[in-house]
């Protein structure tokens, strides 16, 4: 059985309740939620309510309603973006981000629509606060950052970064890819006014879920207009949360598994998930002192990270880790560029990129053994 080391992608496996609360949920109650008033399209439509709501919780947001159920991160940035910002706007990122940040951004800037600046992670992979508030323009609209790198794991400091935004009455948009369901996020203590993540990775559902939280404060231009189970007469997108947002039958399924994702996630707690994600990166990083050669990136203090541990070798390129890995020992890493360009440019491991290990709360300290061992006979 392969060993799967590739969480900060998606989960896997997901928890046994994952499982079992979409075959149920699809052997009784699939239909189309909210359409037709019948006991089933009901059952549906409580389904994604109960998500909503469970979402609203965890994230401490401002009604369930402002939780908009996307495909993906990806779907949830790029509705933030696109409905959100307005020519002439300026928007500050960072080195650090994922390509479904990146490239939207770049996109707008190079049509001319908005300015970027690009703030720079230090070496341990963290972004200072000072940094973003000397970049703030009288006409900057919006910070957009990671809450933790996809690459090397590093937690960035946004309650302090939030607050400099929210002092300056601009936006602040966090992807919480690599944290959701690991770091708690507060979306009212962290001064945050738009939360995009997937569902997917750390908060245990299936691929296809996602949600942006848009603030009540924050005026988002219409995304997918169609049919939303209510209010057929309107000729327009009715503009009620979250349905101005969700046009088309909604991802129901996903959700329901999203929601017992979820409840996993809160009955295990979110502590104990980061710990043992943690430690087990931290094995890995012993591991690779011990065989020597390698250069390891990220912060070194584990209180700073995520389980995500991004490592090079002089002696073979990081793709050739990944396929031998994969081919002659089944182990599922992911090597390369990670879908972040920049911070390999900063870290010097473009193009090449590195090996990127990310357990999950399945892994056992045997699979990051594993995994070493056949690092050093692939050496050897
Ligand atoms: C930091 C970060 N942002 C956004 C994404 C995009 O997520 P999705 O694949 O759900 O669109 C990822 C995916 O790996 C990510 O790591």
């Known amino acids: 059985m392969t060993t799967y080391l590739d969480n900060a992608a998606t989960s896997f496996p997901k928890p046994e309740a994952v499982y079992q609360a979409m075959d149920r949920f ?13 006991k089933m399209a009901l059952a549906s439509e409580h389904v994604l309510d109960d998500g909503r709501h469970r979402l609203n919780r965890f994230f401490n947001g401002k009604g369930p309603e402002r939780f908009v159920f996307t495909l993906n991160c990806t779907d949830a940035l790029n509705m933030a973006f ?49 940094d973003i508030r000397a970049a703030m323009t009288p006409k900057t609209r919006l910070v957009a950052m990671t809450h933790a790198s996809n690459v090397i794991g590093t937690i960035q400091p946004i309650t302090e970064i939030g607050k400099l935004v929210r002092e300056r009455d601009a936006l602040f948009l966090v992807d919480c890819a690599q944290t959701a369901g690991v770091v708690p996020v507060d979306v009212q203590a962290m001064n945050i006014d738009l939360l ?15 949600a942006l939280y848009v603030a009540p404060r924050v005026k988002v231009g219409v995304w997918r207009e169609g049919g939303t189970g209510g209010d057929s007469s309107s000729e327009t997108q009715p503009t009620e949360y979250p349905y101005f947002l969700e046009g088309g039958t909604p991802n129901v399924l996903g959700v329901a598994g999203l ?4 409840q996993w996630v809160e009955a295990e707690g979110l502590a104990k998930i980061h710990a043992h ?31 995500t541990l ?14 031998i890995l994969d081919q002659a020992f089944d182990i599922a890493i992911r090597p390369g560029l990670h879908c ?27 699979d990051i053994d594993r995994l070493a061992g056949a690092v050093k006979e692939i050496l050897s």
């Open 26 to 38: 699809a052997r009784a109650n699939l239909a189309n939620p909210g359409r037709a008033g019948h």
């Open 82 to 130: 696109k409905g959100v910002l307005e020519p002439g706007d300026h928007v500050i990122t960072t080195d650090l981000e994922h390509n479904s940040v990146s490239r939207p951004l770049r996109a707008m800037e190079k049509a001319g629509k908005i300015t970027l600046t690009r703030a720079t992670a230090d070496g341990s992979g963290t972004v200072n606060p000072d």
């Open 196 to 210: 995009a993540f997937p569902g997917h990775k750390g908060l245990m559902g299936p691929t296809g879920t996602g």
């Open 259 to 262: 929601s017992a994702g979820i």
């Open 277 to 307: 994600e943690v430690d087990l990166t931290e094995r890995l990083w012993k591991h690779l002192d011990e065989l020597g050669g390698f250069e390891v990136f990220g912060h070194r203090d584990m209180s700073r990270r995520v389980g």
């Open 310 to 323: 991004s490592f090079r070798s002089e002696a073979l390129p990081a793709t050739e880790f990944g396929g």
């Open 340 to 366: 972040a360009p920049y911070i390999h440019r900063s870290l010097g491991t473009f193009p090449d990129g590195t090996v990127r290990v990310s357990p999950g709360p399945f892994n056992t300290e045997a």
